[in-house]
């Protein structure tokens, strides 16, 4: 009845235009669909260019939407399908807006999970990105080769690397040029010998390797090649490098470590575990191809243990640091309690003990000095230092800190706030070096510090030399010779036996301050 209505309604002619247009009509309808439910169909069948923008809003998978898609059952992932392999793309973005400016085209037809990852709280299940995806955006490459620490590079888009070969393989960077970078903060010196290098590769995107894991959080890369082993250097050129280069991310990137040692993590554990949700990964082992959409290599570190907070990320301080470390090892004193006249209370002094080089000779005599003027006098060891937990709350329990010029006089970073710091500075014209390493920082940490510089008389090497030996009457002649020349004459050589008489004063004066 209704095919006659509708022939006596219209001509034929008419009747021929609509099923055109109706067969129109289907086609987008079909296309629209494939384009919704398909995201890694190929536009470039039709020749049709589709705004970015609009494209990512179609594609974008949170990671919640694939864990619920997969399910979980008793309080492990659930790898089977899912039921429907229907979603909707268009209800949330997962990615975090300090992670990268655009993230990569992704295909949602897949996922993949690093099988060496363990799952639950760390685990996470991303879009695996394959070298047939429908579109690239263009990266961004911020590099800087001209600090005076470290050289490091800054990338995001498209980002792979393969760590058996030492290759970061990118996309869309201005020409071809592969650049080369080592990931510590010691240019120029010795240590960065022991350094791996590593190569950023940028490829046409046909050439680019299929991921084996897909993350959704951002990577830093960094090496514990150099002079790591040293606290001074692991907290200098590592802990505090990486601490203002990760912790904007809030937790949400993944450690990158190459030139591991087996044991520094271990020891740092408690620290990296407040900068990333994620287990460190040792990537000089790693024969996949992890997949990011943003990349740090190597760390900016602009001055000796400290932070030049104009310059850093955000701006954050060393004042920012030292509450990172006491919320991380639960240290009890943020600052020195104000000694009174009236107090019985014994301000706490910490001697750092070396056993090798630039010993102090006479110990027990300046112990004994110290507790007669009033000190309660912890004498630290090696076997104090052992765990730095432990060592920590130690530190953190002193009013007065002092020692030889060494590494063990990084420890101070756990001192409370006005607590006094006293470095022995040995013979041989260290001066400046004693200031950069330890006196300039401990300002910066809101610390009160002291300096004593021996003489000639406190100094082993005034018995190993002639009075008119130029290592005793010239040191700067030494310091031509260059570092190796310096290091052997007064920093492997030379041990110390204070004057107790002299060296008194300078702890009366230590005391004084805490009294302010």
């Given at each position: 009845?209704?095919?006659?209505?509708?022939?006596?309604?219209?001509?034929?002619?008419?009747?021929?235009?609509?099923?055109?247009?109706?067969?129109?009509?289907?086609?987008?309808?079909?296309?629209?669909?494939?384009?919704?439910?398909?995201?890694?169909?190929?536009?470039?069948?039709?020749?049709?260019?589709?705004?970015?923008?609009?494209?990512?809003?179609?594609?974008?998978?949170?990671?919640?939407?694939?864990?619920?898609?997969?399910?979980?059952?008793?309080?492990?992932?659930?790898?089977?399908?899912?039921?429907?392999?229907?979603?909707?793309?268009?209800?949330?973005?997962?990615?975090?807006?300090?992670?990268?400016?655009?993230?990569?085209?992704?295909?949602?037809?897949?996922?993949?999970?690093?099988?060496?990852?363990?799952?639950?709280?760390?685990?996470?299940?991303?879009?695996?990105?394959?070298?047939?995806?429908?579109?690239?955006?263009?990266?961004?490459?911020?590099?800087?080769?001209?600090?005076?620490?470290?050289?490091?590079?800054?990338?995001?888009?498209?980002?792979?690397?393969?760590?058996?070969?030492?290759?970061?393989?990118?996309?869309?960077?201005?020409?071809?040029?592969?650049?080369?970078?080592?990931?510590?903060?010691?240019?120029?010196?010795?240590?960065?010998?022991?350094?791996?290098?590593?190569?950023?590769?940028?490829?046409?995107?046909?050439?680019?390797?299929?991921?084996?894991?897909?993350?959704?959080?951002?990577?830093?890369?960094?090496?514990?090649?150099?002079?790591?082993?040293?606290?001074?250097?692991?907290?200098?050129?590592?802990?505090?490098?990486?601490?203002?280069?990760?912790?904007?991310?809030?937790?949400?990137?993944?450690?990158?470590?190459?030139?591991?040692?087996?044991?520094?993590?271990?020891?740092?554990?408690?620290?990296?575990?407040?900068?990333?949700?994620?287990?460190?990964?040792?990537?000089?082992?790693?024969?996949?191809?992890?997949?990011?959409?943003?990349?740090?290599?190597?760390?900016?570190?602009?001055?000796?243990?400290?932070?030049?907070?104009?310059?850093?990320?955000?701006?954050?301080?060393?004042?920012?640091?030292?509450?990172?470390?006491?919320?991380?090892?639960?240290?009890?004193r943020p600052e020195v309690i104000k000694?009174?006249?009236?107090?019985?209370?014994?301000?706490?002094?910490?001697?750092?003990?070396?056993?090798?080089?630039?010993?102090?000779?006479?110990?027990?005599?300046?112990?004994?000095?110290?507790?007669?003027?009033?000190?309660?006098?912890?004498?630290?060891?090696?076997?104090?230092?052992?765990?730095?937990?432990?060592?920590?709350?130690?530190?953190?329990?002193?009013?007065?800190?002092?020692?030889?010029?060494?590494?063990?006089?990084?420890?101070?970073?756990?001192?409370?706030?006005?607590?006094?710091?006293?470095?022995?500075?040995?013979?041989?014209?260290?001066?400046?070096?004693?200031?950069?390493?330890?006196?300039?920082?401990?300002?910066?940490?809101?610390?009160?510090?002291?300096?004593?510089?021996?003489?000639?008389?406190?100094?082993?090497?005034?018995?190993?030399?002639a009075p008119d030996d130029v290592v005793?009457?010239?040191?700067?002649?030494?310091?031509?010779?260059?570092?190796?020349?310096?290091?052997?004459?007064?920093?492997?050589?030379?041990?110390?036996?204070?004057?107790?008489?002299?060296f008194r004063s300078t702890l009366l004066?230590?005391?004084?301050?805490?009294?302010?």
């Open positions: 009845m209704y095919d006659h209505i509708f022939a006596r309604s219209f001509s034929k002619n008419e009747q021929k235009r609509f099923g055109n247009c109706a067969y129109v009509i289907c086609i987008f309808v079909v296309f629209g669909l494939c384009t919704t439910f398909r995201p890694s169909f190929h536009l470039s069948i039709l020749n049709l260019k589709v705004p970015t923008s609009t494209v990512l809003d179609t594609v974008m998978l949170s990671t919640s939407q694939v864990e619920e898609e997969i399910g979980r059952k008793d309080g492990k992932l659930n790898l089977e399908p899912p039921s429907s392999s229907r979603v909707d793309y268009t209800k949330s973005r997962s990615w975090h807006a300090a992670t990268l400016d655009e993230p990569p085209c992704v295909n949602h037809t897949s996922s993949s999970i690093n099988g060496s990852e363990p799952l639950g709280k760390t685990a996470r299940i991303t879009p695996s990105i394959t070298r047939n995806d429908s579109f690239q955006l263009g990266n961004s490459l911020d590099c800087s080769f001209s600090e005076a620490l470290s050289d490091y590079c800054n990338i995001k888009g498209v980002i792979r690397i393969h760590g058996h070969s030492s290759t970061i393989f990118t996309t869309n960077l201005n020409g071809n040029k592969s650049w080369i970078i080592k990931p510590y903060p010691r240019k120029g010196s010795d240590a960065m010998k022991s350094v791996r290098e590593w190569m950023i590769k940028p490829v046409n995107s046909q050439d680019m390797p299929s991921c084996t894991t897909t993350h959704v959080d951002p990577a830093i890369l960094f090496s514990v090649g150099g002079y790591s082993g040293n606290l001074f250097h692991d907290f200098s050129d590592i802990i505090i490098p990486l601490f203002t280069n990760s912790r904007i991310f809030s937790r949400k990137v993944n450690l990158l470590v190459t030139n591991n040692k087996s044991w520094w993590i271990p020891k740092f554990q408690r620290l990296l575990n407040q900068l990333s949700d994620h287990q460190v990964v040792d990537i000089d082992n790693e024969n996949q191809i992890h997949c990011y959409q943003n990349m740090i290599i190597g760390l900016r570190s602009y001055k000796e243990l400290g932070i030049d907070s104009s310059r850093s990320i955000n701006g954050y301080s060393m004042k920012d640091f030292r509450h990172f470390l006491r919320s991380t090892y639960s240290l009890k000694l009174k006249p009236e107090d019985n209370r014994r301000p706490r002094l910490m001697i750092i003990s070396r056993k090798s080089t630039r010993r102090l000779l006479n110990e027990a005599s300046i112990m004994k000095m110290a507790q007669k003027i009033g000190y309660e006098v912890i004498l630290a060891n090696i076997t104090l230092t052992t765990n730095l937990l432990n060592f920590a709350h130690i530190v953190n329990s002193c009013d007065v800190f002092m020692g030889v010029h060494g590494a063990g006089l990084t420890n101070m970073v756990f001192l409370p706030d006005h607590a006094v710091v006293v470095q022995v500075v040995p013979l041989g014209g260290l001066e400046g070096i004693a200031k950069t390493d330890f006196g300039e920082p401990s300002k910066q940490m809101n610390l009160r510090y002291l300096k004593y510089s021996i003489r000639v008389k406190e100094s082993s090497l005034s018995t190993q030399y005793l009457r010239d040191p700067t002649a030494i310091h031509k010779q260059g570092w190796n020349a310096l290091r052997a004459t007064y920093l492997i050589k030379q041990n110390l036996k204070l004057d107790v008489r002299r004066k230590a005391l004084k301050l805490l009294h302010r």
